[in-house]
């Protein structure tokens, strides 16, 4: 815990440096939310069909989803939000001729009610 779940465009696979996106993420994220570098988890999904606004088929774009443990002030949420973001920038180049959408959500999970197990 903190959750990091980024969906991105198929066609983002090759200029997308996941693996620095995710380091830079467990080095950078847990200072400002008070969590450990170890507790940060990063999974990555391919959005294989998507759609924008009115037929616009020229975007690709990266979601990425931040759950934390609830308690944090809703500026050190905010502040986690846009250094995903920045990170995000650094590190997903847009294809040539296509726009680039990079969009970040961090939302709380209720702390009396998340549950783990790990062996």
Known sequence: MPFVTVEYSERLAGTFDRRAFAREVHEAAPTGINASTEAFKTRFRVIEESYFGADEDDIDAVFI??????????????????????IARKHVTGV?????????ETREMERDYYRAHKE
């Open 65 to 86: 989803q931040a759950a934390i443990l609830s308690g944090r002030t809703p500026k050190a949420i905010e502040a986690l939000s846009e250094t995903l973001l920045e």
């Open 96 to 104: 040539a001729g296509r726009r680039l959408h990079v969009m970040v």
